[in-house]
């Protein structure tokens, strides 16, 4: 069974940080690609970041609205995945999911097989 469970999530300031947790269970975490999709009410999802851990294939994705704010990392130890996130925005308020592609790199493309089932980011201003 596989099992994508993130947290995290809460009330923050803008400019303020945050940061996210995304544990995955049932999978080979170092064939995996797992990322970050945000959705808010009225708006579809939009690809945050992702990451692959394998030291031979390693990389990492962000969206354009994120980049130079938002820090995706990945611990194989723990199976898990974080979302640093910083001088958050009222635009960055969202439901936070948290997506595992067992197959390869397909995040660029919002391409996932298993899906969390979300954190609440709320940002005040």
């Known amino acids: 069974e596989v099992q994508v469970v993130e947290s995290g999530g809460g009330l923050v300031q803008a400019g303020g940080s945050l940061r996210l947790s995304c544990a995955v269970s049932?999978?080979?975490?170092?064939?995996?690609?797992i990322g970050w999709v945000r959705q808010a009410p009225g708006k579809g999802r939009g690809g945050v970041a992702c990451?692959?851990?394998?030291?031979?294939?390693?990389?990492?994705y962000y969206g354009d609205s994120v980049k130079g704010r938002f820090t995706i990392s990945a611990d194989a130890a723990k199976n898990s995945i974080y979302l640093q996130m910083n001088s958050l925005e009222s635009d960055d308020a969202a439901v936070y999911y948290c997506?595992?592609?067992?197959?390869?790199?397909?995040?660029?493309?919002?391409?996932?097989?298993?899906w969390g089932q979300g954190t609440q980011v709320t940002v005040s201003s």
């Open positions: 997506a595992l592609d067992a197959l390869g790199w397909r995040c660029e493309r919002d391409e996932y097989d298993y």
């Open positions: 049932g999978v080979n975490f170092d064939d995996s690609t």
């Open positions: 990451i692959r851990h394998s030291r031979r294939h390693g990389q990492t």
